[in-house]
């Protein structure tokens, strides 16, 4: 590859509502304090579930945005456009021609609150009861359309949908666009809003969360010999991303450059994670960065707490990158965000190379014997290093690294 290929691109915008926080600085506060945003579902509709706790939302995006407005968004619609908010703002709103703005913006299932709420409507009441908003609300491009139509961004506005490897793969394609030339400015990550009765309840029949109902904050422990799945969340997650030269010609603010993207595909089982595939994305991610393993001293592993696969990652990590670097898994305090998962670990990893902080696993008390990384444990990590880099997989096979760079 020559240099052109491996350009470096500014991340000079970060944007997020998570189960720690309504933004970055909240949800950061919260990972390096290491609190929880899991909590127990009150409401009567999860009474019979037998899987009854998630990460919520502390701040409502319908009051953020104001209920007039919200009411025709499907809430993971909603909370992109909170993250989105934040993140133009964070960049400085810049100065782009809406011709080379991109939007990517991706999901993992889209508008499904939408979806089942208005199925019921239609059942109960008759086709004459549907909201006229009910398409434009469920569909999976919801997110970046209506980000896009917010910023008028008018050089595309794309959706990948590859489960909870979509946050991550949405930043690599916006990384794509830049160095393609197709876009000066991409705002790119991922929003996901589906904690719902038939989601926990599918997640539940194929033993994939963990059952602690008693223990809510308790529930996410990824490496730990404890743990039994992972604890659905929802939120969003997003970074402006700049051409390098633009950036700097605007005087921004750069938290950390993006370096690097590896994306790739297992082939090998609608569920079951494969260490080979996930090893290629990482090699893949170094090489398209121009970096070695040992260049690498930071990772933020995908890690969702499920027994085989923080072990088939373990695997993977060992074997692409080696046992060296520090390894942190934010998902043990927010919860799996399924396709904004990626992309909020890529915004703790731009602020971890900045601030020089790696958080500290939550409820890592009994390191699994079997996981041979170094584990960041007990409090957060002081130190500088030049390159960190994040994971992101999903079920269908895929998977997705990015490598950010210190600047």
Same mark, same amino acid.
């Given at each position: 590859m020559g240099d052109g290929i491996r350009a470096r691109v500014s991340v000079t915008g970060l944007g997020a509502t998570t189960p720690l926080a309504g933004d970055v600085a909240g949800t950061w506060a919260g990972l390096l304090e290491g609190r929880s945003g899991i909590r127990l579902i009150e409401e009567d509709w999860a009474g019979d579930l037998p899987v009854r706790i998630a990460g919520r939302l502390p701040v409502d995006p319908a009051e953020v945005l104001g209920r007039v407005a919200a009411r025709r968004l499907d809430r993971c619609q909603q909370v992109a456009l909170v993250a989105a908010r934040e993140a133009w703002a964070d960049a400085g709103a810049p100065g782009v021609e809406p011709e080379r703005l991109a939007v990517v913006i991706g999901t993992g299932v889209g508008g499904v609150l939408t979806t089942l709420t208005q199925n019921e409507i239609l059942e109960r009441s008759g086709p004459r009861r549907i909201s006229p908003y009910t398409v434009p609300m469920l569909m999976p491009n919801g997110p970046a359309a209506v980000v896009s139509i917010e910023l008028g961004a008018r050089g595309g506005a794309h959706t990948p949908v590859s489960a909870c490897a979509t946050g991550a793969e949405a930043i690599a394609m916006g990384l794509d666009l830049i160095r393609l030339g197709r876009a000066d400015v991409v705002i790119a990550g991922g929003a996901e809003a589906c904690v719902h009765p038939l989601?926990?309840?599918?997640?539940?029949?194929?033993?994939?969360?963990?059952?602690?109902?008693?223990?809510?904050?308790?529930?996410?422990?990824?490496?730990?010999?404890?743990?039994?799945?992972?604890?659905?969340?929802?939120?969003?997650?997003?970074?402006?991303?700049?051409?390098?030269?633009?950036?700097?010609?605007?005087?921004?603010?750069?938290?950390?450059?993006?370096?690097?993207?590896?994306?790739?595909?297992?082939?090998?089982?609608?569920?079951?994670?494969?260490?080979?595939?996930?090893?290629?994305?990482?090699?893949?991610?170094?090489?398209?960065?121009?970096?070695?393993?040992?260049?690498?001293?930071?990772?933020?592993?995908? /890690?969702?707490?499920?027994? !085989? &696969?923080?072990? #088939?990652?373990?695997?993977?990590?060992?074997?692409?990158? +080696?046992? =060296?670097? @520090?390894?942190?898994?934010?998902?043990?305090?927010?919860?799996?965000?399924?396709?904004?998962?990626?992309?909020?670990?890529?915004?703790?990893?731009?602020?971890?190379?900045?601030?020089?902080?790696?958080?500290?696993?939550?409820?890592?008390?009994?390191?699994?014997?079997?996981?041979?990384?170094?584990?960041? /444990?007990?409090?957060?990590? !002081? &130190?500088?290093? #030049?390159?960190?880099?994040?994971?992101?997989?999903?079920? +269908?096979? =895929?998977? @997705?690294?990015?490598?950010?760079?210190?600047?």
């Open positions: 989601t926990l309840a599918g997640f539940a029949q194929a033993k994939a969360v963990s059952p602690r109902n008693d223990a809510p904050q308790e529930a996410s422990r990824p490496f730990d010999a404890g743990r039994d799945g992972f604890v659905l969340g929802e939120g969003a997650a997003l970074v402006v991303l700049e051409r390098e030269e633009f950036a700097a010609a605007r005087g921004a603010r750069v938290h950390a450059a993006l370096a690097g993207a590896g994306v790739t595909s297992d082939a090998h089982h609608i569920t079951a994670a494969d260490a080979a595939g996930q090893a290629r994305a990482m090699r893949l991610a170094l090489a398209d960065a121009g970096l070695d393993a040992l260049d690498v001293g930071y990772v933020n592993a995908h /890690a969702t707490s499920t027994p !085989t &696969g923080d072990l #088939t990652e373990n695997a993977s990590i060992a074997e692409a990158i +080696g046992t =060296h670097p @520090a390894v942190t898994a934010i998902k043990s305090m927010t919860g799996h965000l399924c396709g904004a998962a990626g992309s909020l670990a890529a915004i703790a990893t731009v602020l971890g190379l900045r601030d020089g902080m790696i958080p500290a696993i939550r409820n890592l008390d009994d390191p699994d014997p079997e996981v041979k990384l170094d584990l960041v /444990a007990g409090a957060p990590r !002081t &130190g500088r290093w #030049t390159a960190g880099l994040v994971n992101s997989f999903g079920f +269908g096979g =895929h998977n @997705a690294s990015l490598v950010f760079t210190s600047v």
